[in-house]
């Protein structure tokens, strides 16, 4: 297995405070079941998990116990959230499709580049995407990576993810039919080489690793394999993520060949369960937003893209109502050009206020729960992380609250959804790691990752044929 590129300095991951880390003076977002906001309050963290969670000022016992002290004042502290769904390798793939459908954009742009990726340039797409979603507060990313032209990419990926010192789960994707022939792969194939990788990175880095499979889509998938994969993920404890009835013409395509939408499909080969994540689901009839409800499975939700493809606007009131899971996410860079976690809450609750009139439709409240607590439930974790509160994994995120796009705050969840972005994250901690340290990325040097990423673009999309201004 070759290491990564020899021009990019990736330094040792910081030491975690065995001593313990105290975030104090800000406005603690907890996202628990009353969701609490201690304001001001703090968060003791020691070594990988939260040790305990307070309103006012921390005791003075605490204070003198740790090693180290950060200083929240006029910040807000949050759960990390999870980015549900997204596609890494596309961080090379931006604005190359603006103005298509998606079947339109995966012929035009998708296809033509992807099948010149490698091992290198996969590797740096990936970290240079899990920079940004660490970015953006995201401190578990759920990659949908569907790219084996190089038998070595997923490798490539959880090295990356190693590296970076995000939460990952790799939903190592396939398509066994239908598909753009280059990118396809028979169930044996899939099932043979994601043993390998699951050897080498399942429970890797602190269990900050893991890895399931994940069918592409429901019309590049038979029933003979989705069952194969299905099974054998379960085998180990992993779940299933499939793009589900993300447009209206892949719905009457499942009509006309198999007589069923995608819910009912899935649902007769076994699939659905709380182990299950359904990207996308914009296109769910009544019918099948009980079978998914009654089911458990979790709907990963990806307002900007969906926008952006003018793929629709899933019914998210209904699903919230009915006990469905909902999580957050950005989906790939090819279809959004950027991975923000703070847009995209901001967009859900926007798009469903407006699409029913009705301006109570979501509330702030409503968001932070999706992109922490829904998002916790797509990784299997809903246990472990998307709260702050004692015994849950220390993965946390710091806001600065006072700037001229955020202040005066008069509540800090509206804050936070109608008026954060990335550029007002300070400090990002997974796993008890400080990985951004107020604003400065510790792991790499972040100037080096971009003039490598660039120049491996250019080459992939130089060999794709694709013009493009990419020049260093």
């Not at 796009?405 to 990002?428: E, G, Q, T, Y």
Request: contains cysteine.
């Amino acid at each position: 297995m070759s290491s990564e590129p020899r021009s990019l300095p990736v330094f040792a991951l910081p030491t975690r405070a065995s001593e313990g880390l105290l975030i104090e003076g800000g406005a603690v977002v907890t996202v628990d079941d009353r969701f609490s906001v201690h304001d001001p309050g703090w968060v003791l963290v020691v070594a990988d998990r939260i040790e305990d969670v307070g309103p006012g000022a921390a005791p003075e016992t605490i204070r003198r116990s740790v090693s180290r002290v950060i200083d929240a004042t006029d910040l807000a502290v949050m759960p990390g959230m999870v980015n549900g769904h997204t596609h890494l390798f596309q961080t090379f793939f931006r604005g190359l499709a603006d103005d298509k459908a998606l079947l339109d954009w995966l012929r035009d742009c998708i296809w033509p580049g992807a099948v010149h990726l490698d091992r290198d340039s996969a590797h740096l797409a990936a970290l240079l995407g899990m920079i940004e979603n660490l970015r953006t507060g995201a401190t578990s990313i759920i990659d949908h990576q569907y790219i084996h032209i190089d038998a070595d990419i997923d490798d490539a990926v959880c090295t990356a993810a190693s590296q970076a010192g995000v939460r990952f789960l790799l939903a190592r994707g396939w398509a066994d039919r239908n598909y753009h022939p280059p990118l396809a792969e028979p169930s044996d194939l899939v099932l043979e080489r994601v043993e390998e990788v699951r050897r080498q990175w399942e429970g890797h880095d602190n269990d900050r690793l893991r890895i399931e499979l994940a069918p592409l889509i429901p019309w590049g998938c038979s029933d003979e394999a989705m069952t194969a994969t299905v099974a054998a993920s379960r085998a180990w404890g992993g779940g299933t993520h499939i793009h589900c009835a993300e447009t209206a013409i892949e719905v009457e395509m499942s009509l006309e060949e198999r007589g069923m939408r995608h819910v009912p499909w899935l649902d007769s080969l076994g699939v659905l369960g709380p182990d299950t994540q359904l990207a996308h689901s914009v296109w769910l009839d009544d019918d099948e937003l009980d079978l998914v409800a009654a089911r458990g499975s979790v709907v990963v939700h990806c307002p900007i893209s969906n926008m952006y493809l003018a793929s629709g606007i899933p019914r998210i009131v209904e699903m919230l109502d009915r006990g469905i899971p909902v999580a957050l996410a950005s989906d790939g860079p090819g279809s959004n050009n950027r991975q923000d976690l703070f847009e995209a809450m901001k967009a859900a609750v926007l798009l469903q206020k407006v699409d029913r009139l009705d301006p109570m439709a979501l509330q702030p409240e409503d968001a932070l729960r999706m992109a922490c607590r829904g998002g916790a439930a797509a990784l299997g974790l809903a246990d472990s992380v998307g709260v702050l509160e004692p015994g849950r994994k220390a993965d946390l995120v710091v806001v600065d609250l006072d700037s001229v796009f955020v202040a005066p705050v008069h509540r800090v969840p509206s804050a936070l959804v109608f008026n954060a972005s990335p550029s007002d994250v300070s400090h990002v901690v997974v796993d008890g790691r400080v990985l951004i340290d107020e604003g400065r990325i510790t792991m790499l040097d972040e100037a080096a990752l971009r003039t490598a990423a660039n120049a491996a673009a250019r080459r992939v999309f130089e060999r794709a044929g694709i013009t493009s201004r990419i020049t260093r």
